[in-house]
């Protein structure tokens, strides 16, 4: 199989890039990874041996992304994923309990059959309840 000399390029840049923003206390963003205590996986310095264990990327719209955020770039818990996947694995995402599963906001909204944006006002500007925001239908007033 033949890599695409750019991609691999671009490929070096994202492997940089994380290791900098672990080790790297000069690194803008440090203080979001590795000024939390992230980690990064010491043979993956070798460029060769990440790309052995995390592949290329699948296509140019893929980033490295970490499953678990309270993690660092460590074994078995990096993948490529896509924007979309990416907005879904944030520490900044509102996670809350719908149906008996925790899932985010935008997820609970969806499954609610509600738009995202509705959801949150009702439980953030207007303080309803989780259970009134994502059971009330839209355009529908709490009862008082």
């Known amino acids: 199989m033949t890599i ?5 390029r671009k490929v070096k840049t ?15 963003d440090y203080p979001k990874y590795g000024g939390r205590g992230l980690t990064w996986e010491s043979d993956w310095d070798d460029f060769d041996v990440f790309i052995a264990e995390v592949g290329m990327r699948p296509t140019p719209k893929h980033t490295l992304e970490r499953i678990d955020n ?8 990096v993948r490529w994923a896509t924007k979309k996947e990416q907005d879904r ?12 599963r925790k899932m985010i906001l935008t997820d609970a909204a969806a499954a609610a059959g509600l738009n995202r944006n509705t959801v949150w006002n009702r439980l953030y500007r207007d303080g309803w309840s989780m259970e009134d925001a994502l059971n009330t239908p839209a355009g ?5």
């Open 4 to 8: 695409d000399k750019q991609e691999l």
């Open 14 to 28: 994202v492997h940089y890039g994380a290791k900098n923003r672990i080790l790297n206390p000069k690194n803008k």
């Open 70 to 77: 309270d993690k660092g770039y460590i074994r078995g818990n």
């Open 89 to 100: 694995n944030k520490r900044t995402n509102n996670v809350v309990e719908f149906r008996g």
């Open 140 to 144: 529908g007033k709490v009862a008082t």
